[in-house]
């Protein structure tokens, strides 16, 4: 259960304001696969970054899409010597594409620093991800009925608890995030979070890197492809935190398309 939501939770919990990467940097991480060495650098958000901060998306990305995603390449940089649980069992999810209904939505969201000019809007419309609704129908997709819920602190949009039958609970915080331009016109991201798995007789901690990059087509089937790859690094108290140094110990990649979808409800809590 715990390597399933490790893996299934990540690349859309994409919430916070992020800033910009050194130019190349999140492309060239990405060139880089599966030779990552460390977690990345970007840096680190504040303790309580305020929810006004999310994620700002192009605007081609506003709407309700349909997505495929498929994995498509996985490594586990240290075996034998160290293989993360679950990483043998996610090797049947090669090539296995899942769907599943996700939509980024604009929202009037306030721009800091210009409230004392009275004649400027500070209020703009941006995209941004409904971050509740496409990381329930994710892990549905996984989990099918074993998840309840999963629910973004009002306070701050970088805390999400996902609530599974049984009383169990992971609980994902960003503690950095950038953005990346490419030009090409790639639009990529990357965040670190934090996971917490609760509720069993030894609560689990990890780190995870997620970094895609997502590109707008000339086509309509699919409108947008992304890039995506997942790093996953040992909490300290796993015996072999020291071991591994600063290398991930599990990394996937997948293919992300977006296909166009009218399906705009929310899914059953």
């Known amino acids: 259960m715990k390597a399933i939501l490790s893996v299934c939770l990540i690349f859309l919990f994409l919430l916070s304001a992020a800033s910009e990467a050194a130019a190349g940097e999140l492309s060239q991480r990405l060139a880089n696969f599966p030779r990552w060495e460390k977690i990345t650098s970007v840096p680190s958000l504040p303790l309580e970054a305020s929810p006004e901060g999310d994620l700002i998306y192009p605007d081609w990305m506003a709407g309700n899409w349909h997505l495929k995603s498929t994995l498509i390449d996985l490594a586990a940089p240290l075996a034998p010597d160290i293989v993360t649980p679950g ?150 108290q796993d015996p072999d935190y020291f071991k591994s140094g600063s290398q991930p110990v599990a990394l996937y990649r997948y293919r992300l398309e977006f296909f166009p979808s009218d399906i705009s409800a929310t899914p059953k809590e």
Do not use: C, H, M
């Not at 990381?135 to 998840?147: F, K």
């Open 87 to 236: 990483f043998e069992g996610n090797r049947r999810q090669l090539n296995q594409p899942v769907s599943f209904p996700v939509r980024f939505v604009k929202e009037q969201l306030p721009i800091t620093g210009l409230k004392f000019i009275p004649w400027i809007d500070t209020k703009l419309p941006v995209v941004v991800a409904d971050r509740a609704f496409n990381s329930l129908n994710l892990a549905r997709t996984y989990l099918g009925d074993r998840v309840l819920s999963v629910k973004v602190d009002p306070k701050s949009p970088n805390r999400q608890i996902t609530l599974l039958k049984g009383n169990l609970q992971l609980v994902s915080i960003v503690t950095a995030r950038a953005t990346e331009t490419t030009p090409d016109n790639q639009f990529i991201t990357t965040e670190v979070f934090q996971q917490l798995f609760k509720g069993g007789s030894n609560p689990y901690f990890n780190s995870v890197e997620s970094t895609t990059a997502y590109r707008k087509l000339s086509t309509s089937n699919p409108v947008i492809e992304a890039d995506q790859v997942t790093a996953v690094y040992l909490s300290p």
